[in-house]
T-cell receptor, first 114, second 113 residues
Framework: SQQGEEDPQALSIQEGENATMNCSYK?????LQWYRQNSGRGLVHLIL?????REKHSGRLRVTLDTSKKSSSLLITASRAADTASYFC??????????????FGTGTKLQVIP | DGGITQSPKYLFRKEGQNVTLSCEQN?????MYWYRQDPGQGLRLIYYSQIVNDFQKGDIAEGYSVSREKKESFPLTVTSAQKNPTAFYLC????????????FGDGTRLSIL
């Protein structure tokens, strides 16, 4: 079953604008990650936020985490055409044997128009 | 440069045929994973391995098989028992221990002839 659900499913903005994507999940997590996928390519890790953190920055990326609402948001500031991609949140939980099971959401497809 | 190499990029399967997708990594990672991605959907875990000679079923293992004879290699076989194999297959690897980012290959797109 899908743990994370991104919202919106698709987003189209002009270059230079900010893009905000949201992720909601159902069960308690240890950490939440965001990945980017360019069309026809593999996923690329962007940022990881731990359950005891509320906000994290990396370059033009800002991630927030609200564990009480079981939600996270990814903000891309001053977007560029090269940011056009699908963005996935991924939540994890420890399973027996110490395995960290990562569950990916369905993704937000971002289009940045030059 | 370190990374994950998946081959082939495109693969076609005939009815009743088994096909094998290759995944090789030179990141010295102990953990490796296979995911299936269908259009407009997220990734679903097929199999994972945390150490050589050991692997576990994921959420959708039926119709698939894997081996992990070498640390660098984690091939996936799509068997004839998998009735709907058309999808984008992604291989990933990571360090074991805690939450670690996964590094992905560029995928293999499998279609039915």
């Amino acid at each position: 079953s899908q743990q994370g659900e991104e919202d919106p499913q698709a987003l189209s903005i002009q270059e230079g604008e900010n893009a905000t994507m949201n992720c909601s999940y159902k069960t308690s997590i240890n950490n939440l990650q965001w990945y980017r996928q360019n069309s026809g390519r593999g996923l690329v890790h962007l940022i990881l936020i731990r359950s005891n953190e509320r906000e994290k920055h990396s370059g033009r990326l800002r991630v927030t985490l609200d564990t009480s609402k079981k939600s996270s948001s990814l903000l891309i500031t001053a977007s560029r055409a090269a940011d056009t991609a699908s963005y996935f949140c991924a939540t994890d939980a420890f399973m027996s044997g110490g395995y960290q099971k990562v569950t990916f959401g369905t993704g937000t497809k971002l289009q940045v128009i030059p | 440069d370190g990374g994950i190499t998946q081959s082939p990029k495109y693969l076609f399967r005939k009815e009743g045929q088994n096909v094998t997708l290759s995944c090789e990594q030179n990141l010295n990672h102990d953990a490796m994973y296979w995911y299936r991605q269908d259009p407009g959907q997220g990734l679903r875990l097929i199999y994972y391995s945390q150490i050589v000679n050991d692997f576990q079923k994921g959420d959708i293992a039926e119709g698939y098989s894997v081996s992990r004879e070498k640390k660098e290699s984690f091939p996936l076989t799509v068997t004839s028992a998998q009735k709907n194999p058309t999808a984008f297959y992604l291989c990933a690897s990571s360090i074991v221990g805690g939450t670690q980012p996964q590094h992905f290959g560029d995928g293999t797109r499998l279609s039915i002839l």
